[in-house]
């Protein structure tokens, strides 16, 4: 079975940088093949994995909304241009959700885009979701089934405030959701422990500022490549994925 794992915060919170080690760490784990989707429409997740940037998948809803009828049936049209849009890599797929709905109504379309992005999920051992600052592609219910929804925070008033929201409005749209999780990030020496009790998450993991990644983000380096050591962010999340999401049997 597939583990899906989701990564939602607020923006500028880090969490296209916290998806990316989650990548990694799966990697380094033996989890693989991996498939990674960008569901933020400021898709910058490819750049952090070394990849090209994938046509967005947004944009299937008006192209076949206006090419009603035809010689293949739509779910084949669709299923056939969600695989043409799939950015490939040695380690890491990615899949960029692109821009929101437009006015309209798009619900026949969104079903089967839903039906093909399951179909090629299936494939993979696991999926990593970089949503955008918000819930929007949790909110369509683009996943059907998240095993673990990592909420990325700061331990600011505001961090905190936004995690909090996160949090509620997965339980206010019944998410399908295995375990909720908090990710705090450049927690500069501020406990887990209280951001927990104040939120009632389990922390994950608490990840300390780490020159190493903007440098090696600058040098165009895949976040893939990062040799275990060099980063404690990085193998922060190598653990954490190790201990919590993957358990003992990994």
């Not at 967005?56 to 739509?74: D, K, N, T, W």
């Not at 929101?100 to 990593?128: F, M």
């Not at 700061?154 to 409005?169: C, F, K, M, Q, Y």
């Not at 050591?229 to 990994?250: I, K, N, Q, Y």
Request: aromatic share 4%; charged share 25%; proline share 7%.
């Amino acid at each position: 079975m597939t583990l899906r794992i989701a990564v939602a915060g607020k923006g500028g919170v880090g969490k296209t940088t916290c998806s990316a080690l989650l990548l990694r760490a799966l990697a380094l784990s033996g989890v693989r093949p991996l498939l990674a989707v960008d569901a933020d429409p400021n898709a910058n997740l490819h750049q952090l994995l070394s990849l090209p940037l994938p046509e967005g998948l947004g944009s299937l809803r008006e192209q076949q909304r206006a090419a009603a009828g035809g010689a293949v049936p739509l779910t084949d049209r669709i299923a056939s241009e969600v695989e043409r849009r799939l950015s490939e890599g040695d380690t890491v797929d990615l899949i960029a959700m692109g821009r929101g709905e437009g006015p309209g109504c798009y619900c026949y379309v969104n079903n089967l885009l839903r039906e093909a992005l399951d179909r090629i999920e299936g494939g993979y051992r696991a999926v990593v979701v970089d949503n955008e600052a918000g819930m929007e592609h949790l909110s369509r219910r683009s996943a059907r089934r998240i095993d673990h929804l990592v909420l990325v925070g700061d331990p600011s008033r505001r961090g905190i405030e936004a995690v909090a929201a996160l949090r509620d409005l997965a339980a206010e749209l019944a998410l399908s959701i295995g375990k909720t999780w908090l990710l705090l990030n450049r927690p500069y020496g501020v406990p887990g422990r209280a951001a927990t009790e104040t939120l009632g998450l389990p922390l994950l993991a608490a990840l300390p500022h780490d020159p190493r990644l903007p440098s090696w983000e600058n040098e165009g380096r895949s976040f893939l490549d990062l040799p275990p050591g060099e980063s404690p962010a990085a193998d922060a999340v190598a653990d954490a994925l190790r201990t919590f999401l993957l358990g003992p049997a990994a």
